[in-house]
């Protein structure tokens, strides 16, 4: 059964970092496009960032973030991650993992088959 989950989620102060993995199992990370979305109570889940798979892999990121998250993956792991630097309060958020082995826009939901149950990130002094 193919299953994300999601870990690295936690409290980080200002201007503070952490790094989100999104662990697969039951299918290969590797020939999937895989997403990073973020929610807040209230509001619809937003795209961030997202890499196609290692056939011709790029990335893509929504430009409120760009220059302070990377994603990357590690497919000897099956994992894909999203390093977050320089975090702002408003970057608190449940964060999620998608993924899908045919995508056409990466940063739309409704692209996306398989999820995460999401990862709490708090950015607080």
């Known amino acids: 059964q193919a299953q994300l989950v999601e870990s690295g989620g936690g409290l980080v102060q200002p201007g503070g970092s952490l790094r989100l993995s999104c662990a697969a199992s039951?299918?290969?990370?590797?020939?999937?496009?895989i997403a990073w979305f973020r929610q807040v109570p209230g509001k619809e889940r937003e795209g961030i960032s997202c890499?196609?798979?290692?056939?011709?892999?790029?990335?893509e990121y929504v430009d409120s973030v760009k220059g302070r998250f990377t994603i990357s993956r590690d497919n000897a792991k099956n994992t894909v991650y999203l390093q977050m630097n320089s975090l702002k309060p408003e970057y608190t958020a449940v964060y999620y993992c998608?993924?899908?082995?045919?995508?056409?826009?990466?940063?739309?939901?409704?692209?996306?088959?398989?999820w995460g149950q999401g990862a709490q990130v708090t950015v607080s002094s």
């Open positions: 998608a993924a899908d082995s045919v995508v056409f826009y990466c940063l739309r939901e409704r692209e996306y088959e398989y």
């Open positions: 039951g299918f290969s990370l590797e020939y999937y496009t």
């Open positions: 890499i196609t798979s290692s056939v011709d892999e790029s990335t």
